[in-house]
């Protein structure tokens, strides 16, 4: 090894020929993370939300129907294991391709809810999702035309191998667009979709996403 | 190589931020959709562009992500816009209500078989489709599922033979070239009888 990884000396490399994912503390405590929360998903019931009448007694219950709930439930499920991927994988496409995967899962997991507004703000989000390819596979290809490999362990191990600055740029403002915390947030119509635990797994995939991508910034 | 190669990057950034910036001053919501698939398009190129066989394996997983997300939104639209849906009935033209149809996706099915493999799915395909979306359908939807599930599971079986009895490699490229070739079919005939249809 050429430099220091900042997320620490892998424990072990599974490589499938050209592709590999690798386990350093930093991506075994992150893809822990991911595999609970996956898990907290698989096991709780949806929360029921109240909406108190204002200046009165009464209140409407909203209820998940059954069909909502299975399909937000797998959506969150595919969400976690596409979180859990992006994790681990020590392939800047692959990396790319998860990433996606949790772009279009977090749309999923609100769009089953029936409210306009709710549908309205993941339709939008979606849009920024969808356009954000362009500068994430971009830098995916760019990288494997500057250096002539996706591996980020060939990236950090071979010193001759340097990613430009322009090229990194484009990788986060790929990351950020399908799903980091800042723009989320921005769509709070979507958070206003009953079904908590579903709902929390867009927050934690775009939390994990993050501490991700600068972990592979560092480290190409 | 490399001055065709930056050339190429200019020219598919340029093409970017003008699908970017349609994509700023555009307001409504169909449009948009519409013009995302222009946006889609740079990103594809971008990776194209490597021209090598490593592009062409990140191409295929990029077009298919791509696609997913946009029958998303697609779909999304319809529900938010409450758009209710329509039977239809073929379409009501009279070059298509004759014999055209049925003669164009012959010709197509024909040259697609002969290309085989995933273009020749594709044409066929294609083919397929046209004449559903021409004739309407009253289709059996398991039995096309059921073979496009047994040609899948040739085509995979084909890689098994691939990898470990090499020697019958020839015997293994023909059953991929075949399973991959009638895949592809009746996906994309699926896909073709899918509209209108509410469990779709």
């Not at chain 1, 990236?155 to 090229?167: F, I, K, M, R």
């Not at chain 2, 959709?33 to 398009?41: I, P």
């Not at chain 2, 298509?96 to 099915?109: E, T």
Request: proline share 3%; hydrophobic share 60%.
């Amino acid at each position: 090894m050429g430099m220091d990884n900042p997320g620490g000396i892998p424990y072990f490399i599974l490589e499938f020929g050209d592709e590999l994912v690798y386990f350093s503390p930093y991506t075994v405590s992150l893809f822990i993370l991911a595999l609970v929360f996956t898990l907290f998903a698989v096991i709780a019931k949806p929360e029921r939300q109240v909406d108190i009448v204002f200046g009165g007694d009464a209140f409407y219950a909203k209820e998940t129907s059954l069909a909502e709930l299975k399909f937000r439930r797998f959506m969150a499920i595919a969400c976690g294991f596409a979180s859990m991927g992006a994790m681990v994988t020590g392939d800047i496409f692959n990396f790319t391709l998860f990433i996606s995967l949790v772009g279009i899962c977090n749309v999923g997991i609100v769009a089953a809810v029936k409210n306009r507004h709710v549908q309205n703000a993941a339709y939008q989000y979606g849009i920024v999702a969808l356009s954000a390819t362009v500068p994430l596979f971009g830098a995916a290809a760019l990288i494997a035309a500057t250096t002539g490999t996706l591996s980020m362990v060939e990236l950090w191990s071979n010193a001759a191998l340097a990613v430009p600055l322009v090229v990194k740029a484009l990788l986060v403002l790929g990351v950020m667009g399908e799903g980091m915390a800042p723009f989320y947030a921005a769509k709070a119509e979507m958070f206003r979709a009953p079904g908590a635990p579903y709902v929390i797994m867009c927050s934690l995939s775009s939390l994990l996403i993050f501490l991700r991508v600068i972990e592979v910034v560092l480290v190409i | 190589m490399w001055q065709e190669y930056s050339i190429g990057l200019l020219l598919v950034f340029i093409a970017a931020a003008m699908a970017f910036f349609a994509l700023v001053i555009e307001k409504d919501d169909l449009h948009r959709l519409l013009l995302l698939d222009l946006v889609e398009v740079p990103s594809l190129a971008i990776i194209a562009l490597l021209g090598t066989d490593l592009a062409e394996a990140l191409i295929l997983p990029g077009l298919v992500v791509g696609i997913a997300e946009l029958l998303a939104l697609s779909q999304i639209y319809v529900t938010k816009e409450g758009l209710r849906e329509r039977k239809v009935q073929g379409l009501n033209i009279e070059v298509i209500q004759a014999d055209a149809p049925l003669i164009i996706s012959v010709l197509l099915i024909c040259y697609g078989v002969i290309l085989s493999g995933f273009t020749g799915g594709g044409v066929a395909g294609l083919g397929v489709v046209f004449y559903f979306m021409a004739r309407g359908h009253r289709e059996h939807f398991e039995l096309l599922e059921m073979a496009s599930g047994i040609s899948w599971a040739i085509w995979i079986f084909a890689f098994f033979v691939f990898m470990f009895i090499p020697e019958y490699w020839l015997l293994a490229l023909f059953m991929a070239a075949i399973g991959i070739l009638l895949k592809v079919i009746v996906k994309m005939s699926l896909v073709g009888t899918m509209w209108g249809d509410g469990n779709g």
